[in-house]
């Protein structure tokens, strides 16, 4: 495959959606200290404006604009492409990296629940590069991220909803990849584990889990979430100077995918092993375990 030279930040624009907090708004601060122009999308308006006022006042001659969008709603992300593309007509890199999480086995789950997921995490990134490749490729040495997850490597109960869009986020990223090398632009799919953001407490709670199973889950879901996100962003940053076609970000994710690797078929067990016990671990004393 042809090998492309290396990303220039300074001087280009970035579009970068989940900005407002967690390792959208590490990548933020990161991609300003490399000397780009930012576009920053988020659903949180009162998260965001901050974040655009720390940047401008740490990088005055930076051209930082913001955008409120609910990437769950399709018009607002066709709004949020036509904007881009009206005012951007050559960006350097696309960051997908807004995602919500979604618990609950796939029979404690709404079919409405499940396709928000999938509308944020999967079709908002899909439609967001497919309607910004014209911009994309206007100049030479573009770059894509999609943000997939560890839960686009295995599969665990009780997380059907983020891993079919994780998983398609991923497949989606490596093809592109195969295709727009021929356009110069380069593709990195992101992996992270337990990455310290507020995923968890902003996690959508399937509609038929019981009320005693959710905060016990909820505290076990956050207590893993520990990685710095700050870490993490850097870690991103030079995976798109360096053009890595993938990034797998803390051990949380390393270990799973090497034990994927080992044993296609059998570490879904082991996953399944781990993933009940935590989550009985997690309940109070004498509370039963519901099959």
């Not at 839960?151 to 295995?154: E, M, V």
């Not at 665990?156 to 909803?161: E, L, M, N, Y």
């Not at 935590?278 to 004393?285: L, T």
């Given at each position: ?7 220039r930040f ?22 300003a ?10 659903v949180?308006?009162?998260?965001l404006?901050?974040?655009?006022a720390r940047?401008?006042?740490a ?10 969008a ?18 951007h ?14 618990g609950?086995r ?8 499940f ?23 206007a100049?030479p040495?573009g ?6 997850s560890l839960?686009?490597?295995?599969a ?6 983020y ?9 989606l990223?490596?093809s592109?990849?195969s ?8 593709v990195t799919?992101v992996?992270p584990?337990g990455?310290r ?12 889990v ?6 016990p889950?909820?505290r076990?879901?956050a ?18 100077a360096?053009?890595?076609a ?5 051990t949380?994710a390393?270990?799973?995918?090497l034990?994927?690797?080992?044993l ?7 996953v399944r092993?781990?993933?009940v016990a ?8 004498g509370q039963?375990?519901?099959r």
């Open positions: 495959m042809t090998r492309l030279p290396a990303y300074a001087g280009r624009t970035a579009v970068l959606t989940g900005a407002a907090s967690g390792i959208g708004e590490q990548l933020a601060y990161g991609l200290h490399r000397g780009s122009d930012l576009v920053l999308a988020d949180d308006e009162g998260r404006k901050p974040v655009a940047i401008s006042a990088h005055p001659g930076l051209n930082v604009q913001t955008i409120i609910d990437l769950a709603d399709r018009s607002a992300v066709d709004a949020l492409a036509t904007q881009v593309l009206n005012e007509p050559a960006i350097g890199l696309l960051v997908n990296n807004a995602g919500i999480a979604l609950g796939f029979d404690q789950v709404s079919i409405d629940q396709e928000q997921v999938m509308n944020v995490n999967f079709r908002a990134p899909m439609l967001l590069t497919h309607a910004l490749l014209p911009s994309l490729t100049t040495g770059h894509l991220v999609n943000v997939s839960f686009g490597l295995i665990p109960p009780g997380q059907s909803a891993c079919a869009s994780k998983f398609a986020l991923r497949g990223s490596e592109l990849r295709e727009l090398i021929d356009n110069g632009v380069g799919t992996h584990g990455i953001t507020r995923i968890a407490e902003a996690a959508l709670v399937g509609s038929h019981p009320e005693e199973e959710i905060e889950n909820r076990l879901f207590a893993l979430l520990s990685y710095p996100p700050e870490k993490a962003a850097e870690l991103i940053l030079r995976a798109v360096k053009r890595k993938r990034l797998l970000i803390a949380s390393k270990a799973p995918d034990l994927a690797r080992l296609p078929v059998g570490h879904a067990r082991i092993a781990v993933t935590s989550a009985r671990g997690a309940r109070p004393a039963a375990a519901r």
